[in-house]
């Protein structure tokens, strides 16, 4: 069967100016529907301009997970970006304040030309409307310090000066993506498409400023691609496994965000081999639906080495204590985990790999996070800060900038 074939013909209904990529920060895809308590507010969120663009446009949808839309309910838009000083208004359809966004569906603002330059940042408001205790979904995690996001009750769209959000973290709705067309003067910037589970969208990461970036949903992956000079487009969604998005009914929305991206990185893996049933040979072939998709749209692909998964008896700080969780984790290169990082490293049928292991593991085929210069996870599962921003990130970097 032709996945590729099938996932295309699921897109439909949005066409992106020409070269209009994801080149502002932290589009984030949705995780879960809000709690239906406030039916009346405007979202603020916090953006950086990765390179030099001309043409702003913000995607959203109204669903979260694998296209689901379970307790969801439709809802009203309209929106407004706050830009070195500047309110702008946003349009939908050619000149709409507003849009209504049925359950399933996806919208892009109309083009705002305007000029960015890398390292403007952008604080888009998004005023949403429904009834009483109905629910819409939520993805990004807002911070009203220091990003001076979160949220206001009623429309703050139109306010002309800088908005202060009611204190607190919470999640929001905002963006998908941004997109915008790079500007001669970026030269050749390009996008990445992350497409994993939770470590591929910053789960485990402390949510503390790295490089002057907006605080928070960032992993190795999205540092790697800003130290390259990329954008990127988060697709990522915790607790997936390859064998859920190698099916094309679940990844519709996500196949959509990243149509126009120049290459997309694959982190699945983890969760499918937490599972003692899982093989070797199952992982392969649901992965190379995966790819093969991609390649069908005309995407090159890159796959992760997967990282250790173990059970500690002192927090992860010593070897010694560490044991892998099933017989899929287990020390060797004989062991399922171990002959999936030997395919993915030896670019067997087709797949280039990034070994992010070496940020990670303490050794080849350990089996267990390093634990020097410092420990590299704080619960077994995921990378910690420190295992997010060094090694890692920078394997991401250079496979990158040799690209």
Known sequence: MDYGRIAMAMIGGINFPKKSISAISRGKYYSTPSDGTNNDLTYQSKHE?????????LLYGNFYQDDRTTDLSPFELNVSVFVNGVNYPMFFD????KKRFALG??????????SLKRGDMIYVRTHVVQNAGEKHPRGLLLFSSPNNEGYTLGDTTETPTAVTPVPGTLYGLTPLALYATPSPSAGKFRTVGICGSSSSTGTGRSNTVLEGHPQGDIGFIQIGAMRAGWGYVTTGMNGQKASDFAEPVKRRSRLQMMKDCDLVIVQYSSNDLSDNTM???KLRDNLLKIHQGFWDMGIP???????????S???WTTLENQSPINANFAAGPESVRGRYNAWVMNNTD???GIDANIGWESSPNSGKWGVVPQKTTDDGIHPNTYGHDNAAANAVRDYLLNF
């Open 94 to 97: 050619n000149g709409n304040v």
């Open 301 to 311: 692909t890159a796959q992760v080495t997967v990282n250790p998964r173990t059970n």
């Open 279 to 281: 093989t070797f040979e």
């Open 313 to 315: 008896t002192d927090n």
């Open 49 to 57: 301009v990765l390179g030099d663009c001309f043409g702003l446009q």
């Open 105 to 114: 569906t996806m919208g892009l603002t109309d083009v705002l030309p305007l």
């Open 350 to 352: 087709g797949i280039k």
